[in-house]
């Protein structure tokens, strides 16, 4: 038997055998204070995250694309409550978890969702071995009191990711990084969770080794009926990895569809323009993609512009885009897009 099978038979499961939404993110928020002067008075905040609404299935991955700071290493943060979110609605399993305490967030949330880090370098502890860093969850959450047994379980998980259990006693400095990778994906699979968010788990490594642990993810899925956030700046790579993908930018989710029709034909304009930005080999007598560059800089998430956030850059943009902001609603069967071309 598997080890993610037989790990915790005393763990309820908080999405059953449910198949519907095992995640649902309502209206969420995370503003960062701003703080100046000796008094260090809040004098504004940063929208790193600012009213972001979707769902996730269970078995399902969704990706989360945009530009570096658009907020999406925020938004995987804050639902694993990394970071305490300033608004809006996480439920999990039908729980809401924004409003748990720490000991009920240990029981609920913890052992159910897991994160994989970009840098394993800074999320792996230099001062421990690699035993020592995967039996640590076991021992916080109380999991199999017997040594032996933990020993025997790290080294069939070290066997899944596709290290060897002899290297057990070595330290992060004596890994690749392709195998301190596998390290964090152990660690986040230890505890048999239901949902795991990959954020730019693969953006530091070589091609072929991102090759490797994409593919590795996707066997894991497989076998542990696994559900992922995967957050990527990269498109090649979440357009192969994810089921539906969502697109963010300063801070707000401006479409969400599946991965075939947002990139073969993409609603928001701010999707347009990344989805043009990538090289594409065309068919013989295909028509070329018109490249759309987008003018100005990206606004500071500290002073959003109104209305729309994209619309100081938009090609498209109409008067009431800069007064109003559009709703995130579905303009097509399962797509929605927060645009005022399609309100």
């Known amino acids: 038997m ?7 038979p005393q763990q309820e499961k908080v999405g059953g055998e449910n198949r519907g939404n095992l995640l649902d993110v309502q209206h969420l928020k995370m503003h960062f204070p701003i703080r100046t002067g000796i008094l260090q008075r809040t004098t504004g905040s940063v929208k790193a995250v600012d009213d972001v609404s979707f769902t996730v299935k269970k078995g399902e991955t969704l990706g989360i694309v945009g530009e570096s700071g658009c907020g999406k290493s925020t938004l995987g943060r804050s639902l694993i409550r990394l970071y305490e979110p300033t608004g809006g609605k996480i439920l999990f399993g039908g729980t809401d978890v924004t409003t748990l305490k720490e000991r009920e967030l240990g029981l609920v949330l913890r052992r159910n969702m897991q994160m994989v880090f ?3 370098n800074a999320s792996l502890n230099p001062r421990k071995s690699l035993g020592s860093i995967l039996m640590e969850p076991l021992r916080v959450h109380g999991i199999m009191s017997n040594k032996e047994d933990r020993m025997d379980h790290i080294a069939e998980i070290l066997q899944t990711v596709g290290l060897h259990p002899a290297v057990i ?4 400095h004596e890994f690749s990084g392709g195998q301190r990778q596998r390290i964090g994906i152990a660690r986040a699979l230890i505890l048999n969770p239901e949902l795991i968010i990959a954020d730019e788990a693969v953006s530091a490594l070589d091609v072929s080794i991102q090759a490797q642990i994409v593919n590795l993810l996707e066997d894991l899925q497989k076998r542990f009926e696994l559900t992922y956030i995967f957050i990527s700046h990269d ?9 539906r993908v969502g697109v963010m930018y300063l801070g707000k989710l401006m479409e969400l569809s599946d991965k075939e029709s947002l990139y073969e034909e993409p609603l928001h304009p701010y999707t347009q323009s990344l989805l043009s930005a990538v090289p594409v080999i065309r068919k013989k007598g295909s028509i070329k993609r ?3 560059i987008l003018e100005g800089d990206l606004p500071s998430p500290a002073d959003p512009p109104e209305g729309c956030v994209f619309h100081t850059r938009c090609p498209y943009a109409m008067p009431q885009c800069k007064s109003e902001a559009p709703l995130f609603r579905e303009a097509a069967p399962g797509r929605h897009v927060a645009c005022h071309l399609f309100n």
């Open 118 to 120: 970009q840098d394993p």
């Open 169 to 172: 006693n070595n330290y992060p």
């Open 235 to 243: 498109l090649s790579v979440v357009r192969h990895i994810s089921d």
């Open 2 to 8: 598997s080890p993610a099978k037989r790990l915790l």
């Open 290 to 292: 018109e490249r759309i």
